[in-house]
């Protein structure tokens, strides 16, 4: 049997419409899931002559990429079979063939005991966070005490992430990664999508 190669390129953040559960997740209203369509607007037009010859174009009303009367690709718009909630994994496995029967979890008022407290344990260390934020925003509140204290910045966002901030210089690369280590360990038994290191630069 001859192998086949699949390249499959995402482009997150990159919406093409409301999906049909919108409403769930707050996406509702003039700027919610046309992110494509906006961004075209917003800089006066796509120049994606590529994309627009797969059927881009065709599949959206995008300023700068007309439909194209013989597309080189096949396109359309898909919506989830699986439960995943909002998580940007949900599809992205979905996509290579698994469909999730439930959502991840999410922490919008931060990581409970039970998952923050054995992770301070395991790493020697309190935390500085533990709620939902920005990482830019974080990173200005919480900077400038991590770099003091030593302390790993723990936040989390609208998916299922554990994510943690640290300076590489006055944290350290492979500190940091040691510690997500660490989360993942921890976090399997609850079901987190992921665990991301944010490590960071300047003062």
Not at 104 to 114: A, N, V
Not at 159 to 185: K, M, P, T, W
């Amino acid at each position: 049997m001859k192998l086949q190669r699949v390249l499959v390129i995402v482009m997150d953040g990159c919406g093409a419409g409301t999906a049909p559960d919108a409403e769930l997740f707050g996406d509702v209203g003039e700027n919610a899931g046309d992110t494509l369509v906006h961004l075209a607007r917003k800089v006066g037009g796509l120049r994606i002559p590529t994309l627009r010859s797969l059927g881009l174009g065709n599949l959206l009303a995008l300023p700068g990429a007309l439909p194209v009367e013989h597309p080189r690709g096949s396109y359309g718009r898909l919506t989830e079979c699986s439960l995943g909630g909002k998580d940007t994994v949900t599809g992205h496995w979905e996509m290579m063939g698994i469909v999730t029967a439930s959502p991840f979890p999410t922490y919008p008022q931060g990581f409970p005991p039970e998952v923050i407290e054995p992770f301070c344990a395991a790493i020697g260390s309190p935390v500085l966070g533990n709620c939902a934020a920005s990482g830019t925003e974080i990173l200005k509140r919480l900077g400038p005490e991590h770099q003091a204290t030593g302390h790993p910045i723990v936040y989390t966002s609208a998916d299922s992430v554990f994510q943690i901030a640290c300076h590489e210089l006055h944290f350290g690369l492979e500190r940091l990664y040691r510690c997500c280590e660490i989360a993942r360990e921890i976090l399997n038994a609850h079901g987190v999508g992921r665990v991301i290191a944010r490590p960071f630069v300047g003062e």
